[in-house]
Antibody, heavy 121, light 108 residues
Framework: EVQLVQSGAEVKKPGESLKISCKGSGYSFTNYWIGWVRQMPGKGLEWMGI????????RYTPSFQGQVTISADKSISTAFLKWSSLKASDTAMYYC??????????????WGQGTMVTVSS | DIQMTQSPSSLSASVGDRVTITCQASQDITNHLNWYQQKPGKAPKVLIY???NLETGVPSRFSGSGSGTDFTLTISSLQPEDSATYYCQQFDILLTWTFGQGTKVEIK
C-alpha cells in the first residue's frame, strides 16, 4: 500500500527556520513525483510545488518560488519542505501527495495526514 | 498561468437533490481536470480524474463531465455524508497544478 506519513505539528516564531518531512512507503519512492499543498486556516488548497526524488527535478508554483525549498532524500524515502525565515503568514496545514499509479499526469490520490505549522511571536 | 474559476463558492441543498458545481479554466486544458472532496480536518480525496472518470470506491452518484475549458461535477442525489468542500484541480504538461477556489456543500 502506497502511504505517506508526515512529521508532527510545529510551533515556531517569526524569523525561525523549519523543515518538515513526508516519508513514503509501499512503493518505489525514487520514481514517484511528490507534491506539496498549503491550506491556510479556513481557506482553500494551494499547490506549492513538486519534486521527482529520482533526480531532484523540482517545479514550483510561481507564488511559492523563493519562499520555500522542496527537496528529497532517496536514501530515507523522504521529501522535505523547508523555510529559512518563517512569517506569520506561513501558518497553515501542509500536505504532501503522490499518485499511486506513479504517473505524474494522474490524480494525486495518496495524501499524507498533514503537518500543521503555526508561526507566532 | 492557468486560472481556475469554480462556482458557486457555497451551496445549501436537501438530501436527494441534484447538485452541480462548475469549474472554468482560463485556457484549454483538454481533460486534465480532477475533482477532490475534503471534509473538515481531513486530507482531500480524489472523486473524479481526467474530467469524467470515477475513482475506484467513489459512489456512482458522483459524476464529472466537460473538456477544454468548462467542467462540471454533479452529485445526482445528495446524501448527508456529502457535506464537504469540493475542489477542481487542473494540471498541464509543464507540471503545474492549480486548484479552484472550492465549493462548500451544506445539507439543509
Amino acid at each position: 500500500e502506497v502511504q505517506l506519513v508526515q512529521s508532527g505539528a510545529e510551533v515556531k516564531k517569526p524569523g525561525e527556520s523549519l523543515k518538515i518531512s513526508c516519508k513514503g512507503s509501499g512503493y518505489s519512492f525514487t520514481n514517484y513525483w511528490i507534491g506539496w499543498v498549503r491550506q491556510m486556516p479556513g481557506k482553500g488548497l494551494e499547490w506549492m510545488g513538486i519534486i521527482y526524488p529520482g533526480d531532484s527535478d523540482t517545479r514550483y508554483t510561481p507564488s511559492f518560488q523563493g519562499q520555500v525549498t522542496i527537496s528529497a532524500d532517496k536514501s530515507i524515502s523522504t521529501a522535505f519542505l523547508k523555510w529559512s525565515s518563517l512569517k506569520a503568514s506561513d501558518t497553515a496545514m501542509y500536505y504532501c501527495a503522490t499518485p499511486s499509479s506513479g504517473s505524474v499526469l494522474d490524480a494525486f490520490d495518496v495524501w499524507g495526514q498533514g503537518t500543521m505549522v503555526t508561526v507566532s511571536s | 498561468d492557468i486560472q481556475m474559476t469554480q462556482s458557486p463558492s457555497s451551496l445549501s441543498a436537501s438530501v436527494g437533490d441534484r447538485v452541480t458545481i462548475t469549474c472554468q479554466a482560463s485556457q484549454d486544458i483538454t481533460n486534465h481536470l480532477n475533482w477532490y472532496q475534503q471534509k473538515p480536518g481531513k486530507a482531500p480525496k480524489v472523486l473524479i480524474y481526467d474530467a469524467s472518470n470515477l475513482e475506484t470506491g467513489v459512489p456512482s452518484r458522483f459524476s464529472g463531465s466537460g473538456s477544454g475549458t468548462d467542467f462540471t461535477l454533479t452529485i445526482s442525489s445528495l446524501q448527508p455524508e456529502d457535506s464537504a468542500t469540493y475542489y477542481c484541480q487542473q494540471f498541464d504538461i509543464l507540471l503545474t497544478w492549480t486548484f479552484g477556489q472550492g465549493t462548500k456543500v451544506e445539507i439543509k
